[in-house]
């Protein structure tokens, strides 16, 4: 995509065109140097555009925009991608026919041929750092599998309760069969609520989703696109956009994620509005899942300095009182966290970043495997 994914280069092309055609009526020196000098420059920008798009772009190819739930991940993708807070170190990632991570690149039906549960979360539970086979649901998927049992990882980064229920949502009425879900809430999920709160899902015509692709095509290939879109279109749309004022940049976005559990100022910046429309979205999915007979998890855990600070209790008091409140399992690893000393803490989370490494997957997938195996109804059907 090196070029052809700016605006610029097609500019350039365009002016290229002008120039063929109106030389023949412009005969004069001048005309030509300014005209030469000017299509150069273009291509020159157009160059330095696609540069700058590769050097600084965070996202991956395989992640896009979702007019029915924001954002997702492409189907049927088996690609390297580095987790670039964790030093760049690559992996393999591969998804399925739902566009939901996998152990490999398959075919699944909308109909089940046996029981099969689903996981909804953020970046935790998608895995990033680490191949499948290391992730929390990979693990939890390996010994499900054992009994039969079909799991699939509908997580990606950045995900909050909105988007858990609109992705639900789209794939129930798309005719997928699931019985239990797992709805992993992390601390993050607040301030996300508010990023979101500007989103309304669309079905696009097919004119609309061609300038779709080509706005994705361009976000992908162009800095400049890129950053004009975000930084001006974008917040005109969302006051609460990433970038926006009200966080002081994209910076300090990541400074205020987990702030309201303890900060009174963050609270009172996002805090009770993300708290609110989480509890409503949740709500939503507890509402959907009563009526197709779906059983509800919910899970939660704090961030590393929650954990060593045991600072973090707003996430699992707001959790505990609503799952109580409704009768649904309620899955915790807060106690698990905050019983280690802080370098085991830190010994199982990636340095100088706020997800798990292998280590850390491995226990919690442990704790809520044996979770299960505890609270299930079936004990002949999850064991040890």
């Not at 412009?26 to 300014?34: I, S």
């Not at 896009?64 to 393999?92: I, M, P, R």
Request: with cysteine; charged share 25%.
């Amino acid at each position: 995509m090196f070029v052809v994914g700016t605006p610029v280069f097609y500019i350039a092309l365009l002016f290229l065109g002008l120039f063929l055609i109106l030389k023949k009526f412009f005969k004069g020196t001048a005309f030509k140097v300014v005209c030469i000098n000017l299509i150069v420059i273009l291509f020159l920008i157009a160059i330095f555009d696609s540069v700058a798009a590769m050097l600084f772009d965070r996202s991956d190819s395989f992640r896009v925009a979702d007019n029915f739930y924001h954002h997702g991940l492409k189907a049927n993708v088996a690609e390297k991608t580095s987790w670039k807070s964790d030093g760049g170190s690559f992996y393999q990632i591969y998804t399925n026919s739902l566009s939901f991570v996998d152990e490999i690149n398959r075919e699944v039906p909308l109909k089940k041929s046996g029981k099969r549960i689903m996981i909804l979360g953020d970046s935790f539970m998608e895995g990033v750092g680490y191949p499948w086979p290391q992730t929390v649901p990979g693990i939890l998927s390996e010994r499900f599998k054992k009994q039969g049992i079909e799991l699939l990882n509908a997580a990606v980064i950045s995900y909050s309760p909105k988007i858990y229920y609109l992705k639900l949502k789209y794939f129930l009425e798309m005719g997928l069969e699931i019985d239990e879900l797992y709805v992993f809430i992390d601390i993050s999920d607040i301030i996300d609520e508010v990023v979101y709160d500007y989103f309304v899902p669309k079905e696009f015509s097919q004119s609309e989703l061609k300038w779709q692709n080509l706005d994705n095509f361009f976000i992908k290939g162009s800095y400049i696109y890129r950053s004009t879109k975000t930084d001006f279109l974008a917040m005109q749309i969302n006051p609460y956009h990433e970038n926006a004022p009200i966080w002081g940049g994209l910076a300090n976005f990541y400074v205020w994620k987990p702030r309201w559990t303890y900060d009174e100022n963050a609270m009172k910046l996002y805090g009770e509005k993300g708290i609110a429309s989480a509890k409503k979205h949740i709500d939503l999915i507890r509402k959907l899942c009563e009526e197709r007979g779906i059983k509800l998890h919910i899970g939660v855990w704090p961030w590393q300095e929650q954990a060593i600070n045991k600072n973090g209790r707003k996430q699992y008091d707001l959790w505990k009182e609503y799952t109580d409140n409704y009768h649904v399992d309620f899955i915790s690893l807060f106690d698990t966290f905050e019983s280690m000393t802080p370098e085991e803490i830190r010994s199982i989370f990636i340095n100088n970043d706020i997800h798990w490494n292998d280590k850390g997957n491995a226990i919690v997938a442990d704790y809520i495997w044996q979770h299960i195996v505890n609270n299930s109804e079936e004990k002949n059907e999850v064991t040890k």
